[in-house]
């Protein structure tokens, strides 16, 4: 069983810059893909990034060169650095985590965190 809690989340101005942490309990962080997801009112759930067991970093095209995900291993934290936010940003950003291999499909993920809120305002 894998908790997972983001913070970061907050209101900012377009062209902004936001940093969110997901941090997880246990002592097997390092064997979970660990990704992020966001979720926009009115729309589904969608992937966001990825960080694979293998350091692969995959992300969303509407976010690829703005935004970066990163693990550290010793602090059990995975973080998503949000460069140059857009108000199409707007949106409640979960964390995920699957023991082993995961893809980009929610389903796959077997534990998520409760959400942090991140608005951008125009």
């Known amino acids: 069983q894998v908790q997972l809690v983001e913070s970061g989340g907050g209101l900012v101005q377009a062209g902004d810059s936001l940093r969110l942490s997901c941090a997880a309990s246990g002592r097997t962080f390092s064997t979970y893909t660990m990704a992020w997801f966001r979720q926009a009112p009115g729309k589904e759930r969608e992937f966001v990034a990825a960080?694979?067991?293998?350091?692969?970093?995959y992300y969303a095209d509407s976010v690829k060169g703005r935004f970066t995900i990163s693990r550290d291993n010793g602090k059990n934290t995975v973080y998503l650095q949000m460069n140059r936010l857009e108000p199409e940003d707007t949106a409640v950003y979960y964390c995920a985590a699957r023991r082993g291999f995961a893809g980009t499909e929610r389903s796959g993920y077997d534990y998520w965190g409760q959400g942090t809120q991140v608005t951008v305002s125009s």
């Open positions: 960080i694979w067991l293998s350091g692969t970093l």
